[in-house]
């Protein structure tokens, strides 16, 4: 796959050398199982087509530049493993524009034409509720008229979980309340952060959100080597171990969370280390 990163500076050279594709447009956070809908249907069109298949994300996140950074948004992973996600999916160009006030002004119309059309876009998917240009004027039941009807577009419905829209912003909820057991049946997978553990401390990697201060079931691994422990999210963010890990897990290393337990729940059962 090719990650490229677009600019108002290299946004000219970048469509000169566009390849036509069908796109999937969003900003895909954490890749949840309404993202993953999204990708895969431009998947099947890109297949159809013979073409190849983008996606187009930004970064910062657009209520962070509009808002003039008084509204800060958690994110649920940074975009090295959004790229990694996106490549297992098949993805062959991911484009990640620099979102800025000068990006957010641009009306509908400039949108689709400087970073649609000009970049060989012929089909575009997206989620019902995805908007561009300033102010969110755009929307997919006007896209096609804004590419003068050069460019296809395939909404994607709502997908919901018990009647609730899988979105970001709903995983999210469930990081600030500590209900991590319920994220699986948004996410399609354990909530997962990324840190380095030097045998002491575990640094978490930016751009991850920690759930609620409390004590959690979390299985930690580093590639064959897994532990199933407790872990402690503390009110300054800390992360604190209930039992000492074994020095396999050294380095880069990863926590999957699976659900938060009450003080009368702990657990004195020594670690299941699997070597």
């Known amino acids: 796959m090719e990650t490229i990163f677009i600019t108002r500076e290299n946004l000219a050279s970048r469509q000169r050398s566009a390849k036509t594709s069908v796109m999937a447009l969003g900003f895909f956070d954490?890749?949840?199982?309404?993202?993953?809908k999204v990708i895969q249907t431009a998947l099947k069109k890109a297949k159809e087509q013979n073409m190849k298949l983008s996606v187009m994300s930004f970064f910062p996140h657009p209520k962070t530049v509009i808002t003039n950074g008084k509204k800060k948004v958690c994110y649920l992973m940074p975009l090295s493993e959004k790229e990694k996600m996106l490549e297992q999916l098949g993805v062959d160009i991911f484009y990640i524009v620099q979102f800025d006030k000068e990006f957010g002004s641009l009306s509908p119309e400039q949108f689709v034409?400087?970073?649609?059309?000009?970049l060989g876009v012929v089909h575009a998917v997206a989620g019902f509720d995805f908007s561009y240009g300033s102010r969110g004027l755009g929307n997919l039941d006007r896209l096609k008229n804004d590419s003068g009807g050069l460019i296809e577009v395939t909404k994607v419905e709502k997908v919901?979980?018990?009647g609730e829209k899988i979105s970001s912003t709903c995983i999210r909820e469930r990081l600030v309340k500590g209900l991590v057991e319920e994220i699986p049946n948004f996410l399609g997978r354990p909530y997962e952060v990324k840190g380095i553990w030097d045998g002491i401390t575990i640094n978490l990697e930016s751009y991850y959100t920690l759930p609620a201060p409390g004590r959690y079931i979390v299985t930690m691994k580093k590639g064959l080597h897994s532990v199933e422990t407790e872990l402690i999210v503390t009110k300054e963010s800390m992360l604190q171990t209930c039992s000492e890990l074994p020095y396999q897990l050294v380095g880069e290393m990863s926590i999957l969370w699976h659900h938060q337990i009450s003080n009368n729940e702990i657990s004195n059962e020594k670690m299941l280390v699997t070597i």
């Open 30 to 36: 954490g890749l949840h199982q309404g993202h993953r």
């Open 113 to 118: 034409y400087q970073y649609l059309l000009q």
């Open 160 to 162: 919901a979980c018990k």
